[in-house]
């Protein structure tokens, strides 16, 4: 690895720690790194949510924040295809045919001609998989191994990073520490956008542009926090009754499903339903099956943005 580029990504890895915490700042760390080792026309990290989701939460065409989003885990498409193969998505592997594969993003009338999908892996001896964080451009063949070696590289960072935090967090539930209530997330918005108002009359329109990007990322990641939450709650059920859970949902109509409409649906007795629902109440921590309805909804809402 060259010189230039070795000093480059210490120096960003050495950023990624300092903003430990901040994942608005460590993702942006590693855009602006990639943008001065090669072109960098669109950017964006995701995450992956239990089996079937990937939520995207940064990303960037040129200098534009688009908007974040999440999409069912798809085959043919490039978060499918690092999930399966657990390696780095280039253009090269084939003519970009994954990558077109996917709802565009930011400029959909401007087609990438080169791209790199690293996966992100935690640091553990399994290497998990937590997410992906791409570059894309519109010039062919600008993307060479030494690009490749450099994403993984922060990609690797980043991992250790997002790793380390979520073990911070298991520690904190463990010694008695609890979520903060949805008041107090509101709060935190109006003093914000009280900041904000603050701003702009002593802030350029681009620092208060930056502030705002800051707040919906990090929204987001609270939402992808409970989303998460949503998703490890139905991954403790058997199959059985993860489809009872998920057929609150499923069966139409706006209001919650009776016993008999869920055992008819399934197949099953009443009793059987009322059994299965009793676990699902309880790994939920719900009082009742509209809570547990409430959750599912909010981690299947998907919007269309590229994978």
Known sequence: MHAQIAT????AEQDIHRHRGDRFEQFARVRTAMGRLATVDAFYVAEFVGAGSVHYHHQYDGDT?????????APGRTAHWVRTHRRSYTFAEDGGRALHAGVPFGDT???SRDAIVTPIFD??????LLGLVSIQTYTPGSYDRHTVEALEYLADSLGGQIAYEKRIAERSRRLGGTARPAEDVLGDV?????????????RAVPELRREVERILSELWARELHQQRLVAERLETLTPRQRELAELL???SGDSVPTTAELARAMGISTVTVK?????????????DRGEVRAAIQRLTRHRSYQV
Request: charged content about 25%; glycine content about 4%; overall charge negative.
């Open 8 to 11: 480059e990504l210490l120096e």
């Open 65 to 73: 924040f688009d908007l974040p989003g999440s999409m069912p885990i």
């Open 109 to 111: 009338e401007k087609i």
């Open 123 to 128: 640091d553990s001896q399994e290497r998990n």
């Open 190 to 202: 109006l003093v914000t956008l009280g900041e904000l108002h603050a701003k702009f009359s002593t």
């Open 249 to 251: 949902v499923q069966l």
């Open 275 to 287: 059994t299965h629902m009793n676990i699902v109440l309880r790994a939920f921590d719900a009082k």
